[in-house]
């Protein structure tokens, strides 16, 4: 299960700018639309509906907030990473500045798990957060988290 698989580099922001939650969510729902060719207030909704079922802010400043999009054949995710932290009702009660959104098709509940799973442990890496947070591109994130996905793996 490769990450790289699921995030293309056109799904990766950096430099992002909200206010809140809401605006993190709505401004993930936009890059996942251009990044997949859907429309962004549908996959909002999404994001919502399975925000409204807990917070997935994970701790650390990281979220990891995923939905069902019943258009996908396959995973794919997008990740953001904002100019500033936001309050996100996270289990450490700490903001979030790293977003790491997944979308699955309908009926991958395994394939789903596991990819939430891989990238919630991940993400819990101290160091790679770190190297997050000190890129200067969008290629250099996608290049962080596609590499990490590979040694990981080896």
Known sequence: ???SAWLDKSAVSYRVSADSKRHALALTAELAARAFGFDAGHVFDALCEREAQGSTGV?????????RLPQLTQMRAVFLRLDQPVPFDSVDDQPVDLIFALFAPPGSDSEHLRALARVSRRLRNAELREQLRKAHSADSLHALLASEA???AA
């Open 1 to 3: 299960m490769d990450v």
């Open 59 to 67: 701790g650390s400043g990281v979220a990891v907030p995923h939905a």
């Open 150 to 152: 590979t040694s990981s």
